[in-house]
């Protein structure tokens, strides 16, 4: 009985609010309740300061603004050899063409191997009504089980596990020459991608510390540039020269949650002379 009239009591609470906000600005009730709740709930800190997941307030399961990773071609694809060794190197790109964003969070929640620590994925809620993320209004979120974090010294940043797979194969062939099936990245927005996205918004996230939120907007993507350590194939010795198909794909593990996972992957068409590459026939990776 105690639990129940508590709940009566904060309704009651939240209805005057709304009715309040209601006179002020000669609204009807109807009206006020369609106005995004932060502003009856009064201020809050700004979204980036917060720990706001899980809000308190219900949010309806059915408005989770969700992300949809999609992998670009990769671009600035080059070799170099070392040791006699030839390294295929490669820019990969990942964007988010969702409403929502891709967010992680570190908070350990479950185990991960030594030195790694566990992120949840947020989800927000279209607390606001109009379809898409808006850090202002929508700050309904929940928390799925993400992956790990771990720390990557050479880029000096930690970086969320399993976030690409790279994969060449010869052009008409099914089985890869070579792979790398587990990349890890720091998720944050480096470029605006308006033509992989319904909605345009201002970037987001960028800090890739031990304990920071990071993730990608939609209409933004997360670019790994050719120079970063480890960002290459190595080239098996024997590989003869020919068409092949650089394949990267996001989220090749399925650990976050997203609108469509069929589309994360795009095809790169190369042509491997020696320790020289060029652009590829478009239809030799079809
Ligand atoms: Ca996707
Ligand atoms: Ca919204
Ligand atoms: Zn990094």
Redesign the pocket.
């Known amino acids: 009985m105690q639990v129940t009239s508590r709940v009566l009591l904060h309704v009651t609470a939240g209805s005057a609010a709304c009715a309040l906000l209601a006179g002020v600005l000669g609204m009807s009730r109807s009206d006020a309740e369609s106005l995004p709740r932060l502003a009856v709930h009064g201020a809050r800190p700004a979204a980036a300061e917060l720990p706001p997941y899980p809000d308190p307030r219900p949010a309806p399961v059915n408005a989770r603004l969700l992300p949809n990773l999609r992998s670009l071609p990769a671009e600035d694809v080059g070799i170099r050899v070392e040791d006699g060794q030839r390294q295929l190197w490669f820019t990969s790109i990942i964007a988010n063409a969702g409403l929502g964003p891709a967010e992680v969070v570190p908070d350990g929640v479950r185990p991960c191997p030594a030195g790694q620590r566990h992120a949840s994925q947020v989800l927000y809620h279209d607390a606001g009504g109009n379809g898409y993320y808006e850090p202002a209004v929508d700050r309904f979120a929940s928390r799925r089980t993400g992956g790990c974090m771990l720390d990557?010294p050479?880029?000096?940043?930690w970086?969320f596990d399993a976030m690409a797979r790279y994969t060449l194969t010869s052009a008409g062939r099914q089985s890869p020459v070579v792979g790398s099936n587990k990349v890890?990245?720091?998720l944050r927005d480096n470029r605006e991608t308006p033509a992989a996205s319904p909605v345009k918004l201002p970037k987001r996230y960028g800090d890739?510390g031990r304990d920071k939120v990071q993730g990608i907007m939609p209409g933004w993507a997360d670019v790994?540039d050719t120079d970063?350590p480890d960002q290459h194939l190595v080239l098996p010795a024997d590989l003869p020269d020919g068409n092949y198909c650089l394949r990267s794909e996001a989220d090749p593990l399925q650990l976050l949650l997203e609108t469509d996972d069929a589309d994360n992957a795009a095809v790169r068409p190369v042509r491997i002379s020696g320790s020289t590459v060029a652009a590829g026939p478009p239809a030799s990776c079809g």
Not at 154 to 157: G, V
């Open positions: 990557h050479e880029h000096d940043h970086h890890s990245f720091c890739c790994y970063l």
